[in-house]
């Protein structure tokens, strides 16, 4: 069983018992989040598609951390002007664990 739910703009497929990373959500460690908007569902046999979401689908996740991701080095220079910028940054991620696909 798998889902494609909407989140941050973007979509994710999703399964039971596997772990997502992706940007920032609200939420402490060990809460309960739900989701809604869920755009696909296949349960095993039917696949259904959603116009635009899926009626009384809900995917409920938990949150396993909030963390920061790897560092991204940014480099910038202009040459013959000794001008270098080094930037790093590092983006706010949250892994949630998928508990439970729910189509009705």
């Given at each position: 069983?798998?889902?494609?739910?909407?989140?941050?703009?973007?979509?994710?497929?999703?399964?039971?018992?596997?772990?997502?990373?992706?940007?920032?959500?609200?939420?402490?460690?060990?809460?309960?989040?739900?989701?809604?908007?869920?755009?696909?569902?296949?349960?095993?046999?039917?696949?259904?598609?959603?116009?635009?979401?899926?009626?009384?689908?809900?995917?409920?996740?938990?949150?396993?951390?909030?963390?920061?991701?790897?560092k991204i080095v940014a480099f910038r220079y202009k040459p013959?002007k000794r001008v270098r910028r080094r930037h790093g940054h590092?983006?706010?991620?949250?892994?949630?664990?998928?508990?439970?696909?729910?189509?009705?």
């Amino acid at each position: 069983m798998y889902a494609v739910i909407e989140l941050n703009g973007r979509q994710l497929k999703v399964r039971e018992g596997e772990i997502v990373r992706l940007d920032r959500v609200a939420g402490d460690v060990n809460s309960k989040i739900v989701f809604d908007r869920v755009l696909l569902a296949h349960d095993g046999t039917e696949l259904i598609i959603g116009g635009p979401t899926v009626v009384k689908a809900t995917v409920s996740a938990t949150v396993v951390r909030q963390a920061l991701g790897p560092k991204i080095v940014a480099f910038r220079y202009k040459p013959k002007k000794r001008v270098r910028r080094r930037h790093g940054h590092r983006q706010p991620i949250t892994e949630l664990r998928i508990d439970k696909i729910a189509l009705s």
